[in-house]
């Protein structure tokens, strides 16, 4: 696509004015801004913009939900040449000092007293940072701080500047080219800083285009933008195939109230890491608990029929009369409702990433006539890589590569991708981008997998993780931690598994139990609790995670790639991993390496064969104070099984 | 950060004294509390601290003394004038309809706004439609400053305490008074609960400007939030003064911490 964001949103402005662009909701109410109105205020912002001194190239912090003029405050940076910089809104004070340094960014643009007061903060060691706008005033009436300005003050004095210069903000638009960089996504990163991934125009907006064409989305979906719009996935699915189909996205009014606007807006196109589905999903299942006899019975007996026959409606297979009727039955009495519940009644196209979606998580949606599907991306390579197909999903891979993506797996079992959505480079990184991106422009994914039979990725695990097991009983084997991991998470139970074995002679876990779902199921067994630690300690609930455990190994040990990596002994953490603590990313995914130092006397006693260990952990709270929990904690002997070899 | 203006003593206690039979609830009580402030009433278990509120709210009515608010002085008024002239509060035991959705509960708080009468109300037409809408815009912008909008149509008494907290803070705001009174606004909160009614609080005397008379027995919340306390003690008043004053005051230190004899 040879044209820039904000061309296609002025060309969206053009052709349909009056067409919403973006809805939020405010007190209460659903509130429309038409594309005309969206491209007013961009114009407004990009003058002001220019006249408090952004240049062409200026890097510009964003920080804050998915808002309206957040969005339109991106399209006037972008009209200006300059490059907007989202930032993760929960992110503490110190993690923006990096980027904010690093991208030597003078300007920044966020959402409330909270995000100011981060960046007044980060100020000290960020002097450059000269000025602060915020969009919403509460709070900050009083504030003195130099260069601090509500966005409504920087509207206005662009509205004056586009007074009397009219040609301005046209001519800028004009000067941006397609190879222009567009914006820099910074990587949660598991280790080190995280880098600037740098994008151009061209590179997302020719995914966002291949997205859009594999799924013929058109200009009348509906799309939710929930997540951290700094994370590259909200950020395709809520601007840039935004600004290339013309959809409308909607704001929701707040975190808390994503299920109600769900809800109420009924998105035809859905994006959500699995986390999302399984937080639904449980909410679901509790409230079935509470529900009378009658409904429950309704209610199992019809999610049977769907898991019987819903997949295979959904993959476009031909099933028998009998069945068809009992799932429009069902579809009447059960799932319609349910979906209904959900906020998926209209959803056309759902897709999920970022972290391995459990079999049966994924099947329970597909069953309930939710056409939810997988896609395969990074940062790196703007999103789309591999998608799955309408009628050929499967829970185990992450589908084929779509228009303009060529895929090839190195000898080493890395998987290399090359499209022209690749990224331009890391920010000031040479060295890095030389190590993902290679002379004839291949990317380095980092993961470990393969092309299947029918022509589907399947993704094992990040390919510097996969490691080998040295010693012991299966001396040599592979050790895919991510892979173990991921199927014990799969249990309702589990909510963060660790995986230890590389360079070992057997599997070592960590395991932390999902509060909610343990605790109810303690509560119904009347096994009283304290709190976590408590819960987690209870012999019954290791009993549990035993069960867990050695039904993973069962299923390891019909893969001779994978058997290896049973696991011989865990142990149930006495604290929840946190981001806070450094325990896991922004994006809750687990850092294995610096989890494995932190309780280094943990490993040990797994590996030296103790039986229990007194542990003592530093803790933040979410106020920034600190304490510390201990706890004396049991480990448990699993059983791991042979080998189901195949008759030679 | 930035000063807050504080203006001049809007409201002013004089030498009350409120008796019920024998028993001396207040002894000769003086205080002033000026505009913009937030004044905090402490003091330990049957000083007679909500007796205090409950004065100058007009439920009860003080034998001795006399309470002047912007020049005006009342005495024997009811509770319903005293709210007309500006004055609105929260409860100790939070005084909610449980069964009412949060937006119905806060919508009560409007009440002395309405003009229009029950029946138009029962018709829904005309005026009081539109006087209807008026009235959920404003309450709409409370449930939004007190981030409950997640709640807006759950029954109150299905939330949890502290939220139930907020809706009754709501409550009172929804009346756009001059003086806000909080009965124990943190009783019975945890940690995290106490941190966010503080910056609500707080948010309310800077977004709105308004005047907050505060009881509260948990010492830190009080001297983190207030410009000026005073300590009650056996229905006495035993200090008064910022609360390094107040901290420093030894017959306060005392009260609460009792004396080595």
Same mark, same amino acid.
């Given at each position: 696509?040879?044209?820039?964001? *904000?061309?296609?949103m002025?060309? +969206?402005a053009?052709?349909r004015p009056?067409?919403?662009?973006?809805?939020?909701?405010?007190?209460g109410?659903?509130?429309t801004?038409?594309?005309?109105?969206?491209?007013?205020?961009?114009r407004r912002?990009?003058?002001?913009?220019?006249?408090?001194?952004?240049?062409r190239?200026? +890097?510009? $912090?964003?920080?804050?939900?998915?808002?309206? &003029?957040?969005?339109?405050?991106?399209?006037?940076?972008?009209?200006?040449?300059?490059? *907007?910089?989202?930032?993760?809104?929960?992110?503490?004070t110190?993690?923006?000092?990096?980027?904010?340094?690093?991208?030597?960014?003078?300007?920044?643009?966020?959402?409330?007293?909270?995000?100011?007061?981060?960046?007044?903060?980060?100020?000290?060691?960020?002097?450059?940072?000269?000025?602060?706008?915020?969009?919403?005033?509460?709070g900050? &009436?009083?504030y003195s701080?130099?260069?601090?300005a509500?966005?409504?003050a920087?509207?206005?004095?662009?509205?004056?500047?586009?007074?009397?210069?009219p040609?301005?903000?046209?001519?800028?638009?004009?000067?941006a080219q397609?190879q222009?960089?567009?914006?820099?996504?910074?990587?949660?990163?598991?280790?080190?800083?995280?880098?600037?991934?740098? +994008?151009? +125009?061209?590179?997302?907006?020719?995914?966002a285009?291949?997205?859009?064409?594999?799924?013929?989305?058109?200009?009348t979906?509906?799309v939710?933008?929930?997540? %951290?719009?700094?994370?590259?996935?909200?950020?395709? !699915?809520?601007?840039?195939?935004?600004?290339?189909c013309?959809?409308?996205v909607?704001?929701?009014?707040?975190?808390?109230?994503?299920?109600i606007?769900l809800?109420?807006?009924? %998105?035809?196109?859905?994006?959500?890491?699995p986390?999302?589905?399984e937080?639904?999903?449980?909410?679901?299942?509790?409230?079935?608990?509470?529900?009378?006899?009658?409904?429950?019975?309704?209610?199992?007996?019809?999610?049977d029929?769907?898991?019987? $026959?819903?997949?295979?409606?959904?993959?476009g297979?031909t099933?028998?009369?009998?069945?068809?009727?009992l799932?429009?039955?069902?579809?009447?009495?059960?799932?319609?409702?349910?979906?209904?519940?959900?906020?998926?009644?209209?959803?056309?196209v759902?897709?999920?990433?970022g972290?391995?979606?459990? /079999?049966?998580?994924?099947?329970?949606?597909?069953?309930?006539?939710?056409?939810?599907?997988?896609l395969?991306?990074?940062?790196?390579?703007?999103?789309?890589?591999?998608?799955? %197909?309408?009628?050929?999903?499967k829970?185990?891979?992450?589908?084929?590569?779509?228009?303009?993506?060529?895929?090839r797996?190195?000898?080493?079992?890395?998987?290399?991708?090359?499209?022209?959505?690749?990224?331009?480079?890391?920010?000031k990184? %040479?060295?890095?981008?030389?190590?993902?991106?290679?002379?004839?422009?291949?990317?380095h994914?980092?993961?470990?997998?393969?092309?299947?039979?029918g022509?589907?990725?399947?993704?094992?695990?990040?390919?510097?993780?996969v490691?080998?097991?040295?010693?012991?009983?299966?001396?040599?084997?592979m050790f895919? *931690?991510?892979y173990?991991?991921?199927?014990?998470? !799969?249990?309702? !139970?589990?909510?963060?598994?660790?995986?230890f074995?590389?360079?070992?002679?057997?599997?070592?876990?960590?395991?932390?139990?999902?509060f909610?779902?343990?605790?109810?199921?303690?509560?119904? &067994?009347?096994? /009283?609790?304290?709190?976590?630690?408590?819960?987690?300690?209870?012999?019954?609930v290791?009993?549990?995670? &035993?069960?867990?455990v050695?039904?993973?190994?069962?299923?390891?040990?019909?893969?001779?790639?994978?058997?290896g990596?049973?696991?011989s002994? !865990?142990?149930?953490?006495?604290?929840?991993?946190?981001?806070?603590?450094?325990e896991l990313?922004r994006?809750?995914?687990?850092?294995?390496?610096y989890?494995?130092?932190?309780?280094?006397?943990?490993?040990?006693a797994?590996?030296?064969?103790?039986?229990?260990?007194?542990?003592?952990?530093?803790?933040?709270?979410e106020?920034?104070?600190?304490?510390?929990?201990?706890?004396?904690?049991?480990?448990?002997?699993?059983?791991?099984? /042979?080998?189901?070899?195949?008759?030679? | 950060?930035?000063?807050?203006?504080?203006?001049?003593?809007?409201?002013?206690?004089?030498?009350?004294?409120?008796r019920?039979?024998?028993?001396k609830?207040?002894?000769?009580i003086?205080f002033?509390?000026r505009?913009?402030?937030?004044?905090?009433?402490i003091?330990?278990?049957?000083?007679?601290?909500s007796s205090m509120?409950?004065?100058?709210?007009?439920?009860?009515?003080p034998?001795?003394?006399?309470?002047?608010?912007?020049?005006?002085?009342?005495s024997?008024m009811?509770?319903?004038?005293?709210?007309?002239?500006?004055?609105?509060?929260?409860?100790?035991?939070?005084?909610?309809?449980?069964?009412?959705s949060?937006?119905?509960?806060?919508m009560?708080?409007r009440?002395?706004?309405?003009?229009?009468?029950?029946?138009q109300?029962?018709?829904?037409?005309?005026a009081a439609?539109?006087?209807?809408?008026?009235?959920r815009?404003?309450?709409?912008?409370i449930?939004?400053f007190?981030?409950?909008?997640a709640?807006?149509?759950?029954?109150v008494?299905?939330?949890p305490?502290g939220?139930?907290?907020?809706?009754?803070?709501?409550?009172?705001?929804a009346?756009?008074?001059?003086v806000?009174?909080?009965?124990?606004?943190?009783?019975?909160?945890?940690?995290?609960?106490?941190?966010?009614?503080?910056?609500?609080?707080l948010?309310?005397?800077?977004?709105?400007?308004t005047?907050?008379?505060?009881i509260?027995h948990?010492?830190?919340? =009080?001297?983190?939030?207030?410009?000026?306390?005073?300590?009650?003690?056996?229905?006495k008043?035993?200090?008064?003064?910022t609360?390094?004053?107040?901290?420093?005051?030894?017959? =306060?230190i005392?009260?609460?911490?009792?004396?080595?004899?």
């Open positions: 696509m040879q044209t820039t964001f *904000p061309r296609l002025l060309d +969206h053009k052709q009056t067409a919403p662009a973006l809805r939020e909701k405010v007190y109410i659903w509130q801004t038409t594309w005309a109105e969206l491209a007013l205020l961009v912002i990009a003058c002001g913009l220019h006249e408090a001194g952004m240049g190239d200026d +890097h510009v $912090v964003v920080v804050g939900e998915n808002r309206p &003029r957040l969005y339109a405050t991106m399209l006037a940076v972008q009209s200006l040449g300059a490059v *907007p910089v989202p930032l993760y809104q929960d992110a503490a110190t993690e923006y000092v990096f980027p904010i340094n690093n991208a030597e960014v003078r300007f920044a643009i966020v959402e409330d007293q909270e995000q100011v007061d981060k960046m007044i903060e980060v100020r000290e060691s960020c002097p450059q940072l000269e000025r602060l706008w915020y969009d919403d005033p509460r900050l &009436r009083n701080e130099p260069g601090l509500a966005l409504d920087l509207i206005d004095a662009g509205q004056a500047f586009d007074a009397t210069h040609g301005f903000f046209d001519a800028e638009v004009a000067k397609p222009d960089v567009a914006a820099m996504f910074f990587t949660s990163g598991t280790t080190g800083n995280p880098k600037g991934v740098v +994008h151009t +125009h061209f590179t997302l907006l020719d995914r285009g291949a997205g859009a064409r594999f799924d013929k989305l058109g200009n979906e509906e939710l933008a929930y997540l %951290p719009p700094a994370w590259i996935g909200q950020n395709i !699915f809520s601007y840039a195939q935004w600004l290339a013309g959809y409308v909607n704001c929701p009014e707040s975190a808390e109230t994503v299920t606007d809800k109420e807006i009924g %998105p035809t196109y859905y994006f959500a890491p986390r999302v589905f937080g639904l999903l449980t909410s679901v299942m509790i409230r079935m608990e509470d529900a009378g006899s009658v409904k429950k019975w309704l209610f199992h007996t019809f999610m029929v769907a898991r019987r $026959v819903g997949p295979a409606l959904m993959d297979k099933v028998g009369a009998g069945d068809r009727l799932y429009a039955l069902g579809d009447k009495f059960v799932y319609g409702p349910l979906r209904n519940t959900l906020g998926f009644s209209r959803v056309r759902a897709y999920t990433a972290e391995a979606i459990g /079999p049966d998580l994924f099947t329970f949606y597909r069953s309930i006539g939710i056409n939810l599907k997988q395969y991306g990074s940062t790196e390579t703007a999103v789309f890589v591999c998608l799955q %197909p309408d009628n050929e999903v829970a185990d891979t992450v589908g084929v590569p779509i228009e303009g993506v060529q895929i797996v190195a000898e080493n079992g890395e998987v290399m991708v090359k499209s022209a959505g690749l990224l331009k480079e890391y920010y990184n %040479p060295a890095a981008t030389a190590e993902v991106l290679d002379a004839d422009g291949w990317y994914t980092g993961d470990a997998g393969f092309l299947d039979a022509g589907h990725l399947k993704i094992i695990d990040r390919a510097k993780d490691g080998r097991i040295i010693g012991g009983a299966s001396d040599g084997a895919a *931690p991510k173990v991991e991921n199927k014990l998470k !799969f249990f309702p !139970f589990i909510k963060e598994a660790v995986a074995g590389d360079q070992r002679e057997k599997v070592c876990a960590f395991v932390n139990i999902d909610e779902a343990v605790g109810n199921w303690a509560e119904k &067994r009347n096994l /009283p609790y304290a709190g976590y630690t408590d819960l987690a300690a209870k012999p019954e290791l009993e549990l995670v &035993r069960e867990c050695e039904k993973v190994n069962a299923d390891l040990s019909a893969d001779a790639m994978l058997a990596s049973q696991i002994r !865990f142990l149930v953490l006495h604290k929840e991993l946190d981001a806070d603590d450094g990313t994006t809750r995914k687990v850092r294995r390496g989890i494995g130092e932190k309780y280094a006397v943990l490993v040990d797994l590996y030296g064969g103790r039986k229990e260990q007194f542990i003592e952990t530093a803790v933040k709270f106020d920034g104070r600190s304490g510390s929990v201990s706890a004396t904690i049991t480990i448990i002997d699993a059983k791991t099984y /042979p080998v189901m070899k195949k008759a030679a | 950060m930035a000063e807050r203006k504080i203006g001049d003593v809007i409201l002013e206690v004089k030498n009350i004294s409120l019920f039979g024998g028993v609830a207040l002894t000769d003086s002033d509390v505009e913009h402030e937030v004044r905090a009433i003091g330990p278990n049957g000083a007679g601290k509120l409950n004065c100058i709210n007009g439920v009860y009515a034998q001795e003394g006399s309470i002047t608010f912007r020049g005006q002085t009342f024997n009811n509770s319903r004038q005293v709210a007309e002239m500006g004055f609105a509060r929260t409860f100790q035991n939070l005084a909610l309809f449980k069964g009412m949060v937006l119905d509960n806060i009560t708080g009440n002395l706004r309405m003009k229009t009468n029950i029946f109300q029962a018709i829904r037409w005309g439609e539109r006087e209807e809408t008026e009235q815009e404003f309450v709409e912008k449930i939004d007190l981030e409950i909008q709640h807006r149509k759950t029954p008494g299905r939330l305490y939220l139930q907290k907020r809706v009754d803070l709501g409550r009172a705001l009346m756009e008074p001059k806000l009174l909080l009965d124990e606004p943190m009783a019975g909160m945890n940690v995290e609960e106490k941190q966010d009614m503080s910056r609500f609080i948010d309310v005397n800077d977004e709105f400007g005047t907050i008379v505060l509260e948990d010492m830190s919340v =009080v001297m983190d939030l207030s410009d000026r306390v005073v300590v009650l003690d056996y229905g008043k035993i200090g008064d003064g609360p390094d004053e107040v901290r420093a005051n030894p017959d =306060v005392s009260a609460y911490l009792g004396t080595s004899h």
